[in-house]
C-alpha cells in the first residue's frame, strides 16, 4: 500500500536553507566517466536512485568495480583505464533509458559479448539510432528483434575509431553516449551530427563532465565533432551538483510565497541548464542573490512574462504553478 503523507499548507512566507538530492544527469555521467578512467574516484552528492543502482550494478557485471554507500551518498570508482575487464555480460537496466544507451556504447568498447534488455517499457524504447551509428563504427551491434528496441546484443572487439553520424534531432543521449566513450577508441573518432541538435543542456553537462576529467574534444564545425585517443583523468573527489529541476521547486516556494529561499551546492555556473530558472523568476520581479556554492531567491511581486522554455523543459510546469500567482 502506498504511503500516505500529509500537506499542511503553508501560513506565509516560507524561509529556509536546503540542498536537494544530486543530478541524475551528471551522475550517471560521472559514473561512465569514472569507469573509464585512470585510477581511483570518490563522487560525492550521488543520487540514490533506481537509474543509480542499475548502471552500478550493470558495472560491477562488467568488472568495474562500484561501491555505493548511500547513506553517506558517495560511490568510489575503480576505473579501468578504457579497458574493459570482463568479456561477457547480460545487464538488466529496468527501464532507464539513460543507462541502456550510455553502456550500449560502453560495451562497444569492450571485447566480448554483452546482452543488454530491460522491462516491458523498456523493450518499447527506441535505441536503433545509436546501433546505427555504432555499426558505421565496425561495432557489431544489433537489437534482438525488429522494432528497433531493447534487447541489445553486443558483440565487441574494442572501438576501432573512424567516422559516424547520429541524429540530433532525436535524443540528445546518442550523442553523448559516443562522446563520452570515443577516447577509448584505438584511433580517433569523426561525429557528425545530422539535423538540428535537441537538449542541448544536457549535452553541455555531457562535455562538461568530460572536461573536469581531462579530455578534450575539437568540434571541427558546428555540427561535426573529432575525439583522440585519451584516457580520462581520475578525480580524486569528483562532487555532484544538486539535481537543478529538483531545486526549482524550493525557489518557486520562495517565489509564490514571498519567501527566502537558499539552495547549497549550486552557483550560477553550475553544468545543468535547469539553473537558468532562476533568470526567469528574476524577469517575473524576484531577486536572486548569487554566491559561489549558493543561490537565494527571495520572493517579490510577481508578473507575467514571455518566455521560451524549451532548453529548460524540465522546469516548464514548475513554472506554470508560479504564473498562477503573477
Not at 16 to 42: C, D, M, Q
Not at 245 to 257: G, K, L, M, Q, V
Request: proline residues 5%; aromatic residues 4%.
Amino acid at each position: 500500500m502506498p504511503k500516505t503523507y500529509e500537506v499542511t499548507p503553508v501560513a506565509g512566507p516560507i524561509q529556509g536553507t536546503v540542498r536537494p538530492p544530486g543530478s541524475k544527469s551528471i551522475t550517471n555521467r560521472a559514473l561512465i566517466v569514472a569507469a573509464l578512467a585512470e585510477g581511483t574516484t570518490h563522487l560525492t552528492g550521488v543520487l540514490d536512485s533506481q537509474d543509480t543502482q542499475v548502471m552500478i550494478e550493470s558495472l560491477n557485471r562488467l568488472g568495474i568495480r562500484v561501491d555505493h554507500d548511500p547513506t553517506n551518498c558517495s560511490i568510489k570508482v575503480e576505473g579501468c583505464g578504457g579497458r574493459i575487464p570482463s568479456h561477457e555480460a547480460s545487464l538488466w537496466l529496468e527501464n532507464s533509458g539513460t543507462s541502456i544507451r550510455f553502456l550500449t556504447a560502453l560495451c562497444a568498447a569492450g571485447e566480448g559479448e554483452f546482452v543488454l534488455d530491460g522491462n516491458t517499457r523498456m523493450r518499447q524504447r527506441p535505441i536503433q539510432d545509436l546501433v546505427n551509428s555504432l555499426k558505421q563504427l565496425g561495432i557489431d551491434v544489433d537489437c534482438a528483434e525488429e522494432t528497433g528496441c531493447p534487447p541489445v546484443c553486443v558483440k565487441a572487439h574494442g572501438l576501432p575509431g573512424g567516422e559516424t553520424t547520429i541524429a540530433g534531432n532525436v535524443s540528445s543521449q546518442y550523442l553523448s553516449a559516443l562522446l563520452m566513450v570515443a577516447p577509448a577508441a584505438q584511433s580517433p573518432i569523426t561525429i557528425r551530427i545530422q539535423g538540428e541538435m535537441v537538449s542541448k543542456p544536457y549535452l553541455d553537462i555531457t562535455l562538461g563532465v568530460m572536461a573536469q576529467f581531462g579530455v578534450t574534444i575539437d568540434r571541427l564545425q558546428e555540427s561535426v565533432w573529432r575525439i583522440h585517443p585519451q584516457i580520462y583523468q581520475r578525480s580524486v573527489a569528483y562532487d555532484i551538483e544538486p539535481d537543478a529541476s529538483a531545486a526549482s521547486y524550493f525557489f518557486a516556494a520562495a517565489a509564490i510565497t514571498g519567501g527566502r529561499v537558499t539552495v547549497d551546492g549550486l552557483n550560477q555556473d553550475a553544468l545543468q541548464g535547469d539553473i537558468n530558472f532562476i533568470r526567469v523568476l528574476e524577469d517575473m520581479g524576484c531577486e536572486i542573490k548569487r554566491e559561489r556554492n549558493s543561490i537565494t531567491v527571495q520572493g517579490k511581486p510577481l508578473h507575467g512574462i514571455d518566455v521560451d522554455m524549451n532548453d529548460i523543459s524540465d522546469t516548464a510546469q514548475t513554472l506554470a504553478a508560479v504564473a498562477l500567482f503573477a
